[in-house]
């Protein structure tokens, strides 16, 4: 059964939740206008529209795109291309170029390219190679929005068997390396424990004997690489797979020899029932290995593995931790793996392994929005510390700071990009190089998870970024005039207000933001305090009164942007703006 689903309008505070999870970030004009819908009507604005493909990424040294074209000696180096691969990136996620009625549809998309990046994970130094970098990030893109795609090969199952022949992939795990003969396990072995199957539910484990994981073994591990042994990258990007019309690696020898894979039968361990892995008959070529062969012993593992009910549940606990809260005992993982991730898994079993069913559902359900049935201290407002892009993003998205154009201006687009990057390493997320091949701790490492984000140098980080956004005199690329935000978003009577403005910001920058209050008598405790609500009015007022503000700021007075850059310091440096 589907996750039963909020119903009603959504209102500012779950407005602002939706867009903060689903997407990189949203205007306070699109979050007033979500608003007023219901979570049917908004996700279908979010992930039901058709979407122009990305722009070509453009060299700016020669001003042409390279990825298809391929690279030639009058291109940049290819350190040099692989930096402006993440950078174009970057660039979609903050919908440059985009029409603003799709911006946030774009913005969702690109939000669910990046959570299959953290989960079939790269490392950009490992690869090498732009175009790779590139074609994997398309492949991610065109399998994202599935549900839209009438091929029924366009899911989540087939992905990882496309991802497994993928360049990129290959590289980086050392697929290339792998034949018959001197199999290499690279792969198969975290193709079983990061990418499908995983290792059962974190911190529930019991102790485990050398070699047997549980849920499966290490003889499993093996069979696993024989299967996947004989394929190599292509570095011409001239083999194209059917199904997907994107570069994929070649077999080792010719399509109608595929020297280099184990064509004898793959016994794998009683957890998968014994079963043997084994070259088609009529794929054979007088009873030798084709690419045909091999291709289909990659999708009978695949389908061996997606047999298994571990497996959907496994994907389904990476979406939640990644859309909606990572349980940090093992005792909370227990509590939502049942009611929660079985029924996610259900519902992504029965959509033929397409993601999209699963996400937005979870994102319409009652769980995502009040978890506990409304309950104070169970629910998923702020749940969540923001990744670095997130952080970085969506404060960039909310004020609407512009991004130059690539096609006009490239060089000053990846400047653009590139500090929005040198900001979310300095709070210690290294873009597309993560420490190892698991990926981002933030998204895999139990009991850490998100907490992974926060440490006293990232925070200062975090709270530096803000500050060269905000302030003028602070050295920064990224500007924002408060005053003129203030001035041409908020209504004069509650700009005017001292105590109306702080409440009126806190509504579209914080996660929780119910019965605010400066009354300590008529706090109910239920989010921010009085406490925490008067905070931020001194730190805005200073030594002024309300009254004082008022008239200032009826009059125009010259220093107002000065003032409001202490709200919204005070605002965007707490800790709970921290938290989506």
């Not at 997606?306 to 005792?331: L, S």
């Not at 140098?457 to 803000?466: D, E, G, H, V």
């Not at 050295?475 to 908020?490: A, L, Q």
Request: charged share 20%; aromatic share 12%.
């Amino acid at each position: 059964m589907p996750l039963p689903e909020f119903s009603g309008t959504l209102g500012l505070k779950r407005a602002a939740h939706l867009l903060r999870r689903a997407t990189f970030g949203a205007t306070k004009q699109q979050i007033d206008a979500f608003a007023s819908l219901t979570p049917v009507q908004a996700i279908n604005l979010l992930f039901r529209q058709a979407l122009p493909d990305p722009v070509l990424p453009i060299d700016p040294k020669t001003g042409q795109e390279w990825v298809l074209s391929g690279v030639t000696d009058a291109n940049s180096d290819g350190g040099e291309l692989e930096e402006y691969f993440k950078r174009w990136f970057v660039g979609q996620m903050m919908s440059v170029g985009v029409a603003p009625g799709l911006s946030l549809a774009y913005s969702a998309r690109e939000k669910l390219v990046l959570f299959l990046h953290t989960h079939f994970t790269t490392i950009t130094s490992k690869v090498g190679n732009s175009r790779s970098l590139y074609f994997q990030n398309q492949l991610f893109r065109l399998f994202a929005l599935d549900i839209l795609n009438p091929d029924p090969k366009i899911n989540f199952k087939n992905l990882t068997v496309k991802v497994s022949i993928d360049n990129a992939m290959l590289r980086l795990l050392d697929g290339n390396l792998n034949v018959a003969g001197s199999v290499n396990e690279n792969y198969g072995r975290e193709l079983l424990e990061l990418y499908s199957l995983g290792r059962g539910l974190e911190g529930t484990l019991p102790p485990i004997a050398e070699g047997d994981y549980i849920l499966y073994t290490e003889q499993d591990v093996q069979a696993a690489a024989k299967v996947l042994s004989g394929w190599d990258i292509d570095d011409t990007f001239s083999i194209i797979d059917v199904d997907t019309n994107l570069p994929r690696g070649t077999v080792k020898g010719s399509p109608t020899d595929a020297s280099a894979h184990d064509n004898d039968p793959k016994q794998f361990s009683a957890r998968f029932g014994n079963a043997i892995v084994q070259g088609d008959p009529l794929l054979l070529n007088g009873g030798n290995p084709t690419e045909a062969s091999a291709l289909d012993e990659i999708t009978q593992l695949i389908d061996l593995i997606y047999a298994k009910p571990e497996t959907p549940k496994n994907i389904c606990w990476r979406i939640y931790r990644f859309f909606v809260y990572a349980p940090h005992t093992p005792a909370d993982s227990l509590a939502i793996d049942g009611p929660i991730i079985t029924e996610m898994a259900n519902t992504f079993v029965s959509n033929n392994y397409k993601i999209q069913p699963v996400i937005e559902n979870l994102l319409r359900s009652q769980h995502f929005y009040e978890a506990g049935a409304g309950t104070v201290t169970d629910d998923n407002f702020g749940g969540i510390i923001k990744s670095p892009l997130d952080l970085v993003v969506q404060a960039l998205r909310f004020f609407q700071v512009p991004i130059p154009d690539m096609a006009t201006a490239p060089a000053a687009y990846y400047d653009a990009t590139a500090e929005i990057l040198s900001n979310v390493y300095n709070q210690a997320m290294a873009f597309y190089e993560p420490y190892d091949v698991a990926g981002y701790e933030a998204y895999h490492q139990f009991p850490i998870y998100h907490r992974f984000w926060i440490t006293p140098n990232t925070l200062a980080n975090r709270y530096s970024f803000i500050r060269s956004v905000i302030t003028a005199a602070e050295p920064g690329m990224f500007k924002v005039n408060v005053y003129d935000f203030v001035k041409n978003n908020i209504p004069n009577a509650i700009a005017a207000d001292a105590k109306l403005l702080v409440i009126e910001l806190a509504k579209y920058l914080l996660p929780v933001t119910d019965n605010l209050t400066f009354d300590d008598a008529a706090d109910d405790l239920s989010g921010l305090t009085a406490k925490r609500i008067n905070y931020f009015k001194e730190r805005f007022l200073q030594t002024f009164d309300e009254a004082y503000w008022t008239t200032r700021w009826n009059e125009g007075a010259g220093d107002l942007r000065d003032q409001l850059e202490f709200l919204f310091n005070a605002l965007m440096q707490s800790p709970e703006y921290q938290l989506a």
